[in-house]
């Protein structure tokens, strides 16, 4: 307890950590409830079509592979604390004319809502990594992570059953007015922190095409990073196909309907309650390579076993032991992310890997409902296990190699 009671303590008296998580809670609410609301509305206006719902999921995931290699790069040339709150802000504004255009009944503006949220995400969250960077202690940083990464499972645990009561009580417009209000009060609670200071602002002199490509140069001339982009690669694949259709594993596999989705990702969301908890006592011990693997490890086992469950009870276990281990992969990438780059190039790191997961992860999701209609669900699940044990693979040089993790320089 000794060990783990001071770097809690410190970090909640850090501004820019208190701040940065109190308004990613925030835009935790508008995502889950624009998730699970827009989800079920999809699916009652098209009766459960499985291309819809893959769809949504394109129209979610889509514009944060085609902007963050744009958004990171900008996201280190402009102004951190600026530029995540007039993100946040249009983002309201963007809901407000979905729900101007669903009062005049044009039901698939809800696309639309997903679609600019998430483009704007790609501006807003590198900003707040780089925050992060600049203003956590580098041996604060794991401890950080898993302190988000908890924040986040917080919200697997009521996110679903929020947007569920949402839509099911309100309808689709209350649903989306919520979603329009988190992001204004993200916003409000972001002006709190100390305004920019020039160092925030890179002022290298090049053009944005210059240090775009230079972002690519740096990526690629650190073995750790060129390791987490194979990762990324392999997950985004595995996690694309099981998205859009772990509804119908609900429906079909287990004939119930698809309002139980919500109490298995409530399962899952609990696990990763309890798993947060566990890394943030364990932060400064583990080193995040091994976090990373035993993470993989155990995302293999639990998707082979869906891929094999048709009762309830093995689809709760096996969502309960993969939310308990997911946030050792959450927090073990951030973390070797954040250690391995130096601050004038975290956006620009953002930017290039994580196209890398949704891109792959898109080009899944956008085949998945064709590909259900040709193999079983089993079979689909069972390909998506594979891929998360293969990724395990680009882990191993890094635990061999023990590469060490000190924090970088600043320079650009």
């Not at 592979?65 to 951190?80: H, K, Q, V, Y």
């Not at 689809?315 to 281990?325: A, R, S």
Request: hydrophobic share 55%; proline share 5%; aromatic share 12%.
């Amino acid at each position: 307890m000794s060990n783990a009671s001071p770097p809690r303590s410190s970090l909640f008296q850090n501004t820019y950590f208190r701040t940065i998580l109190l308004s990613g809670a925030l835009l935790q609410i508008g995502v889950w409830v624009r998730n699970f609301a827009i989800l079920l509305f999809v699916m009652d206006q098209t009766n459960n079509d499985p291309y819809a719902v893959s769809l949504i999921s394109v129209a979610q995931f889509g514009p944060i592979f085609l902007f963050s290699i744009i958004g990171g790069t900008f996201a280190d040339r402009w102004r951190p604390r600026k530029t995540m709150i007039i993100c946040d802000l249009l983002s309201a504004l963007s809901v407000g004319a979905v729900l101007l255009t669903l009062v005049l009944g044009t039901w698939k503006a809800v696309f639309f809502a997903t679609l600019i949220s998430a483009t704007l995400s790609q501006f807003s969250q590198p900003s707040g990594m780089k925050l992060l960077k600049l203003h956590v202690p580098g041996h604060e940083l794991q401890p950080a992570m898993a302190m988000f990464q908890t924040m986040m499972a917080v919200f697997m645990v009521i996110g679903p059953a929020l947007g569920t009561l949402l839509y099911q009580s309100f309808g689709i417009s209350s649903a989306i007015g919520v979603m329009g209000v988190s992001f204004v009060l993200s916003a409000v609670v972001l002006f709190q922190l100390p305004r920019d200071e020039d160092g925030q602002k890179n002022h290298t002199g090049e053009s944005f095409w210059a240090e775009f490509a230079a972002g690519f140069r740096y990526v690629w001339s650190k073995p750790s990073l060129r390791a987490l982009g194979a990762i990324f690669t392999c997950i985004g694949l595995a996690s694309g196909l099981i998205q859009p259709l772990f509804v119908f594993l609900v429906v079909e596999r287990l004939g119930l309907p698809k309002e139980y989705l919500q109490w298995l990702m409530m399962v899952n969301g609990a696990a990763m309650l309890i798993g947060g908890g566990a890394v943030m006592n364990i932060a400064k011990k583990v080193s995040p390579q091994m976090l990373i693997a035993a993470g993989l490890l155990i995302s293999a086992i639990g998707t082979f076993g869906n891929s094999l469950s048709t009762a309830l009870w093995a689809v709760m276990f096996f969502q309960f032991i993969n939310g308990l281990f997911f946030p050792c992969i959450h927090v073990g990438i951030n973390t070797l992310l954040l250690k391995t780059s130096d601050a004038a190039y975290i956006g620009r790191v953002n930017g290039v890997l994580t196209p890398l997961f949704m891109g792959t992860m898109v080009v899944s999701m956008s085949i998945a409902g064709w590909l259900k209609s040709l193999y079983s669900l089993p079979l689909l699940f069972g390909g998506a296990g594979l891929l998360f044990a293969v990724s395990i693979l680009f882990v191993l040089p890094m635990l061999r190699r023990k590469e060490v993790l000190a924090a970088p320089s600043q320079k650009a």
